[in-house]
């Protein structure tokens, strides 16, 4: 992703917090980031959005359905005719992206995503929490999903902080110093 596109996206968030912050509150945020990780998996639906050939009533629907599913206001509603009517719909998963990042950092949180091989229990999930605030001090926020490919492992990412513990990641470290035994 280009600077510019995450300039645009950036200016776009800092503008919505400055309208809507103080009318916000901790579960509006986490339903935006639900919203969030829909559109990661869901990218046809910003692209049918900015079809200019769909006509403007039914776009509204789609994003009022989507948005009582996931549980978000009518400022993400807002937010969202805002970038179909500038012809800026590409940037909606970048520009809450922002806005998710501008709000963690002003609540001094850091956002991880945590993948496993397998699915983790609640009880294991509060473990992996707990370690991870531990060795960070900070407050936490955690997506969990379920990567396969690990193969029997954890990968922990957030901006900051990296951390991969797996058989898939053994297997390419195996690998890289096979090649540069016999110089490849």
């Not at 910003?46 to 549980?71: C, P, T, W």
């Not at 531990?134 to 990296?162: E, P």
Request: with cysteine; net charge neutral; proline share 0%.
């Amino acid at each position: 992703m280009n600077d510019t596109h995450n300039n645009i996206a950036r200016k776009y968030a800092v503008a919505f917090l400055n309208l809507y912050e103080n009318e916000l509150n901790s579960e509006y945020f986490q339903n935006l980031n639900g919203l969030f990780l829909f559109l990661k998996k869901n990218h046809w639906f910003y692209f049918y959005l900015g079809m200019s050939r769909i006509d403007d009533a039914i776009k509204q629907q789609a994003i009022d359905h989507v948005g009582e599913i996931l549980n978000c206001c009518h400022h993400t509603s807002q937010l969202i005719n805002t970038l179909i009517k500038h012809k800026r719909i590409e940037l909606l998963d970048t520009v809450i992206e922002q806005i998710l990042t501008c709000y963690n950092k002003s609540k001094d949180v850091e956002a991880f995503t945590i993948s496993t091989s397998h699915t983790l229990l609640d009880n294991e999930k509060e473990r992996v929490l707990t370690i991870i605030r531990s060795l960070t001090k900070h407050n936490i926020k955690a997506t969990f999903d379920v990567d396969s490919s690990l193969i029997c492992g954890i990968k922990i990412q957030s901006d900051r902080s990296f951390f991969e513990r797996s058989i898939a990641r053994q297997l390419k470290d195996f690998e890289q110093s096979i090649l540069r035994r016999v110089g490849l």
